[in-house]
């Protein structure tokens, strides 16, 4: 029956071209069939339409992607096998950077809700193609379900959906009405696929063969671009072809980088979607600049592509190319048989300088949150902490003493328009969320409502640590959740003599270990007394870390400024707000931490354990 009704809309019923795609075909292969009958017998409306029509008037809107079939054939380098794919026809690249729009049919119309794992379908298709293509503002998806056609629209943010409406007649001998329906029909989709890709998915125009992009300042707010794909002839291009591997999430926060040239320095491109809500990263590098905080990569250049797309902001950076990451470095350094001490001390000096940029930062009122191994970069002797898009400014009080200038605050805030009060107080919020998970603190594994410059410490300390693991697998790493990484660490590092052994370090390490005791004792150490049990158990516990041992991994004026530093700088005081519990394996705008199969996790300390149980116990019945 659903194949009369097809077969009687207008025009389509003499069509051979219709016939030969509609026979002995059922389910969705028949409904894809009429959909490519349909769109081939539009695409030559419109050629005769344009070539009739007067030279005077404008020309018909010819179409503009090449609509291919994947049924049973997976999109080239994927592993999907949409029913239909819009494709880009000029694009250098081939398989999902292609990609314009998808096509997913089903037999059956749901005009209310959509089935969930029709959904899930959808959400895996944008995923592929927000991974893929780093030029996008949304991505698009026609659903085919029975006659009726719907537009998805899916944003970093919201997600949309659009009823075009009818592609066929309900009756063999359909009323005036009933065509007009489906004439309107027609007519959206005609808008919809003859859309230049900058007016509909990208925020410059993809259809070319150029690799290269420029930013143009536009209007009053110099802050604000307009990008173009241009040729390699540009003085100002920045090549896109150098895309540096990094998962991206299909929702939320999201981040390309690029490897490039900018006016002949090695330079790092980085596109970012950030909330309007969250701090951008380019103010947060200009405040930096403004503070004079050394370790801390040179930005060349910066700007809002988009300032408020469906509550996202769309920002570039071009900077400094910083090297690679600390174990790269190590084991870079072990390949070229560089004597293992000789590496020691290499790491020792990084140490130095990153706490160093650290401990500026927070006296100028800012924290990073989420120091990890892939941001810290080393290069000719020189570590400088990288990627700050995470990090808050906390504003100077009369109870904040080390804290940012309000006014700097202000400025920066014009220039990237934001609302101050609003971004900073937001930022406060995502202290128990933010951070890359197994170089968490143990306070932050647990929720911790405030944080301060110990925990970014004790992030560096996990990071050394395991640039000299001789692999993850190890009780100190293992990752089943939050609260099991914290338990296990707690017990682990009240072994002072023992605590290397459970992150799968062993033998004779030397400089390096003393670095790492000096650190440990600094961390977790009050006096004599090991306070990782207070870490557990106290949600407004404060560490007062000991100078002495500062002095063993710091250099001399780091230590000093550490000196003014209120307690309340290294670790804020606790307000009496209760921890956060995660949802998530770490940061709630990151890709999930896979996780590996549930084993049972014997922490060496048992108190540690029942503390951690007892509070959960406690949590539950409030």
């Known amino acids: 029956m659903f194949m009369k009704k097809m077969m009687a809309t207008k025009g389509m019923e003499g069509s051979e071209l219709a016939k030969s795609l509609l026979n002995d075909k059922t ?17 030559q409306s419109a050629s005769k339409a344009s070539g009739q029509s007067d030279k005077s008037e404008p020309k018909f809107p010819q179409l503009r992607y090449i609509l291919a079939d994947h049924q049973r054939k997976p999109i080239p380098g994927s592993t999907h096998k949409a029913d239909g794919v819009f494709y880009y026809p000029k694009r250098v690249h081939h398989g999902i950077p292609r990609v314009h729009m998808f096509v997913e049919a089903k037999v059956a119309s749901t005009p209310g809700k959509i089935p969930d794992e029709t959904m899930d379908q959808l959400f895996d298709y944008v995923n592929a193609v927000w991974t893929g293509q780093p030029t996008r503002t949304f991505v698009p998806i026609l659903y085919l379900h029975g006659e009726l056609l719907t537009l998805f629209v899916f944003t970093r943010g919201p997600w949309y959906r659009i009823e075009l409406g009818s592609i066929c007649y309900t009756s063999v001998n359909p009323h005036l009405p009933e065509i007009d329906f489906v004439r309107e029909t027609l007519l959206r989709l005609w808008f919809v696929i003859t859309l ?56 939320s926060r999201l981040a390309y980088l690029f490897d490039t040239m900018y006016q002949s320095k090695k330079a790092v491109l980085k596109l970012s979607w950030t909330p309007v809500r969250r701090l951008p990263e380019g103010a947060i590098y200009e405040y930096l600049r403004r503070a004079g905080i050394g370790g801390v990569p040179e930005v060349y250049d910066s700007g809002l592509i988009e300032d408020n797309f469906f509550g996202y902001r769309l920002e570039y950076i071009v900077l400094e190319h910083c090297g690679q990451s600390i174990g790269s470095h190590v084991k870079d350094s072990r390949r070229r048989r560089v004597p293992e001490s000789e590496i020691h001390k290499q790491v ?17 009122g800012v924290l990073h949150r989420d120091i990890s191994d892939g941001n810290i970069a ?3 002797g020189q570590a400088k902490v ?37 971004v900073l107080d937001n930022e406060i919020s995502w202290d128990g969320m933010t951070g890359t998970v197994v170089f968490m603190s143990i306070s932050v594994l647990l929720g911790m409502t405030k944080r301060g410059l110990s925990d970014d410490i004790e992030s560096l300390f996990y990071v050394i640590i395991r640039a000299f693991a001789k692999s993850d697998d190890c009780s100190g790493f293992r990752h089943y959740d939050n609260n099991n990484l914290a338990l296990a660490r707690t017990g682990i590092l009240g072994c002072a003599n023992k605590y290397l052994e459970f992150f799968n370090i062993s033998g004779d390490v030397g400089v390096l270990k003393q670095m790492l005791d000096a650190m440990h004792r600094y961390l977790f150490f009050s006096g004599d007394r ?21 002095a063993r991994f710091m250099d001399e004026k780091t230590v000093h400024a550490l000196r003014l530093l209120s307690p309340s700088g290294l670790r804020k005081p606790c307000t009496g707000s209760k921890r956060k519990r995660k949802t998530s394996t770490s940061s709630s705008e990151r890709a999930p931490f896979a996780r590996k199969p549930l084993r049972e996790i014997n922490p060496p300390n048992a108190t540690a354990s029942r503390q951690i149980q007892t509070r959960s116990r406690t949590r539950r019945r409030n």
């Open 348 to 364: 020792g000096h990084f140490v130095s300088q990153v706490s160093s940029c650290l401990v500026q930062a927070r006296i100028h």
């Open 530 to 550: 090991y306070i990782g049990h207070d870490l557990v158990s106290n949600d407004c516990y404060e560490r007062l870390p000991s100078l002495d041992m500062a």
């Open 378 to 380: 080393v290069s000719n």
């Open 386 to 422: 990288i990627d700050w898009g995470y990090a808050k400014i906390i504003e100077a009080s009369p109870s904040e003493a080390q804290g940012a200038s309000p006014s700097v605050i202000d400025e920066i805030a014009r220039q990237w328009g934001f609302e101050k009060k609003e």
């Open 27 to 43: 389910g969705e292969d028949a409904l894809m069939a009429y959909f490519f009958a349909l769109y081939e017998a539009m695409s």
């Open 196 to 251: 230049p890709s900058d007016r509909f998915g990208h925020f410059c125009d993809v259809d070319t063969r150029l690799q290269s992009i420029s930013f143009g300042r536009s209007g009053s707010n110099n802050k604000l671009v307009k990008a173009s794909l241009v040729d390699s002839k540009d003085s100002n291009k920045l090549s896109l072809e150098m895309r540096i591997p990094r998962m991206a999430n299909p929702r």
